[in-house]
């Protein structure tokens, strides 16, 4: 099943069958809370894991828009504070369980997500990034003034929601639902990448090519530009939409200020440094926007004591590697093989 | 015989009785010889400039205590992590905080998201929490108990909803006022001011209160001020932070509604009263809240600050408020002394009796109070220096009346 | 809207376009037949390419029909439908500049020309069907038939990137083949091929008309190799129709003749 690096060959993935790595990975992220018990590692590192994870979601369904369909999008943040209002709402004021929010909160910000796909037809490059731009401004706007739904500027702070129709919050759970919620952001995770993984592998995905490299060839093979466009937003809405209803559920906290333009622009760059295209790839990107500086610099005195100059090197960090991996830094994979390969030659 | 035998049976009972009563642990964080507290404030991104001296400040008063020999044989120590103002990353340092280094205490929690995302976290710990570095909402609660609430929170910053409260007192107690237009924005510290005058309204007879709502950084308010003006108030709130002020009080001159106005403490800075000094002459008056006094009862307290201070937070704000924070931690300290040093006992002591702040007012924590500054002073807007060129006046704020709690305005 | 004749596989009549104020194409009728390898010819700025922009619906003509007889057998008027139904009619193209996608390999492109084949939806796909999985196993199996056919199944998975020029031809080629076409239109397919290349290709055009009884439509500018492979033949200048015949009538032509090399007597 895995591969002995000395009879690599070319092309091939290191572990064969790419449903058990995205397993193996799963099982590896959702063991994090017990090596935080363990104390292998800081309880507060599976915080920070889990943004890595809600954010990856919504990167995942970006790059499906932007890496393989080439269109872009700068209101994913948007999107996601919306769901994660709704969704907060649903179970908080209305007291609904989980699953009924977090269904509604992904339709109603998909739909809104399609609706703007349809008018992207319309306008290309810059203009549909600043047309998406737009709508998630309004929308954050609508987050600080709206507050009877959102709490306005200050944030909206809610508890646990019910889980699986019948498990009810009650403080003394208090562990058992922050690893649930835990394990939930895992196995979604996983859902995702293997949905991604299904579709780009496919004639979808092929397709959403297409549209990218060519529009004429596209429409010349049969594509339709709307239809896949539609699909393109729409899926990119949806993690959008499911990573803000998990965001806010693990942190039982939102504000409007969580919701900019900034959060877009990291996703962007995180698909870009990460890896266009690819899904471990997405992950790695993400990691290296919203983790680096909390769990991986802050082990160095230096930059937990500047921690502005931690920010600094984390830009600089992804400067460089836009200018000598503009293909992503999951490519170095790529390249550490044909250094294996090498190696072997020579002996 | 049988009467000796159950007098000394009593008196055994009892002595078992006082000796078996449960052993008191310590809590987390705390040794022979140290005591550990921390906070999550922003020294990177926009709040740096303020993150980073209120972290000053609070350093410069735990070196000045711990110096001296700390608390009942214990020093102080102090550990923070940068969260950037972000709640996700405020959560995740917080835990860190409570669950990874096992801080005792929280001194000085800091930003509204972090806080925000964070109020769960603090009451199901039950870690006690000192002073917080905003004034949202959430962290009023007049009556708190140990199992909902927010028992274990000690919030010093003025606190909107409180703020509020003592407007309402002002504009009736000092100025007599029996119909009080209030003007607020949308925005947490409009909402949450107009929360608190409406909670003192209900308290009191015979006042009304007419509301008007604009837009937060809005650029024209002309409707509201118009509908105030109609309503023939007596008084005026303002209840607008330092972005929409100026508007505001720009048109209650332009449509000369000539009633005195009163505003929050976060607007009382030269550079605010600068922007419509010049338009009220002649009209009416605006005051502002202050919770902090540089005056000669307290020069003491400003003198001991700045020779322990680096010489750039000599007159910093922001490193004064950390300097309080630290202050109100080491007063629960000091009464805990010689006991047993757990939650239970520091909650205790801060509850025991009013604590002064030593640049501004008394906080009573007692019977789960938690409701932030309870006194505030007044001060008034006034005409600074003449500017030749453009013929206008700066701003400057002038001390009126001296620190006063609800109860003592309303006399 | 009359039904074709038996023979008669494309019929244009009247076809005129302008933009601007400038007719592109004017008033220009020519028929392909089943079966048959035609040429479109003209110098530079005949209006060639318009002309199949046209015919494949990524212009929509101001006036004049269009008809095309599909391979379900069915006459249809193609300038009512959109540019992306033209190819489940049993109509494809291909272009000048080649437009593949480089960042997929070769097959994968192939399979892009298969695409409106694929009846699974989004659902099935996503979940990986039994019926996905089917579906992918067959157009594979036929695209990676015909990259055989064609001589280049050898280097299927790598990469469009960086391969060269005649390569790149054939690939397209065989992604027009997956839909089993009725008629293929061929973009200046001589464009940038040495001579060698050319006769090859040539050679592989009457192959590919064999093999899937198919109707060939040549735009192009490379006489040699219209002369060399057409059946028959239509030259066009300034939108206008020219004339029409086999390729030794219309190298006789003399209309065709003064608007190629000019007249004798200049005025």
Known sequence: MIKKLSSYKKGQPLIKNAYMSYALFGLFLALMPLFGYLGIIKSSYVTIIASVIYYSIAALGLNVLLGWTGLISLGTAGFMGLAAYISAYITYNMHLPFEIALVTAVVVSTLLGVLVGYISLRIEGIYLAIATLAVAEILRKTFEVFDPFTGGASGKPISYPTLFFFYKYSRADLKIFETLLYLILVLFLIAVMILVHNLMKGQVGRALNALRGSEAAAQAMGINLLKYRLFAFGFASATASLAGVLYVHYNRYTNPDRWLLALSLNLVAAIIIGGVRNIYGTILGVFIVVATKDMVLAQIPYFANNPNFALMFNGILIILIILYYPYGLIRIGADLKKLVVKIKEKF | MKKILVVLLSALMLTLGLTSCKKEVVSQGVTKTEVLIGNCAATSGNLANVGGPFIAGLEAYLKYVNDAGGVAGRKIKFVHKDDGFVAEAGLACTQEMINDNKVFSLVGHFGTPTVGATMNLLKETGVPAVYFATGIGQLYDEKATEEEGNYNLFPVQPIYKTEGRIMVARAVGDFKAKKIGIIYTNDDAGKDLLAGAKTQVAALTGITLVEQQVAYGSTDVSAAVTSIKNANVDFIIAASNQVTIATIIKELAAQSVNKDVITTYVNVAPAYASLFINEIQGKFDVYGNGWVAFDATHKAALDLYQSKIDAKYAVNAYAITGWIAAYYFVEGLKRVDKKTLNWDNFRTAMESAPITNPFGGVIDFKNGQRLGTMEMNLSKAALGALNAETNLYAGVWTNVKDLESIESILK | ?267
């Open chain 3, 1 to 267: 809207m009359d039904e074709l004749q038996n023979k008669t596989v494309l019929s244009i009549q009247d076809l005129s376009i302008s933009f601007g104020g400038i007719k592109a194409v004017d008033h220009l009728s020519f028929d392909v037949d089943e079966g048959e390898i035609f040429g479109l010819i003209g110098p530079n700025g005949a209006g060639k390419t318009t002309v199949f922009n046209c015919i494949t619906q990524f212009y929509k003509p101001n006036h004049g029909s269009i008809r095309f007889k599909s391979k379900q057998g069915k006459t249809i008027e193609l300038t009512t439908h959109k540019v992306h139904e033209v190819i489940g009619y049993g109509l494809v193209r291909t272009f000048q500049n080649v437009e593949l996608i480089k960042e997929l390999s070769i097959l994968d492109n192939v399979l892009i020309g298969g695409h409106i084949d694929f009846k699974t939806s989004f659902i099935g796909q996503a979940f990986n069907t039994k019926k996905s999985k089917a579906e992918e196993a067959l157009y594979r199996q036929e695209a990676i038939e015909i990259l055989t056919f064609l001589g280049i199944a050898d280097r299927k998975d790598w990469l469009v990137y960086g391969q060269p020029y005649g390569i790149l031809k054939k690939i397209e080629l065989a992604r027009s083949l997956m839909c089993k076409p009725k008629l293929i239109i061929l973009d200046e397919p001589a464009a940038g091929l040495n001579d060698l290349e050319t006769l090859d290709f040539a050679k592989v055009i009457r192959q590919i008309r064999q093999r899937y009884n198919c109707s060939i439509l040549l735009v192009e500018h490379d006489m040699r190799l219209v002369m060399d492979v057409c059946d028959r033949i239509c030259a066009i200048n300034f939108g206008k129709f020219l004339a029409v015949g086999t390729p030794g009538q219309i190298q006789k032509s003399p209309t065709v003749q003064a608007a190629y090399l000019g007249t004798e007597n200049p005025a």
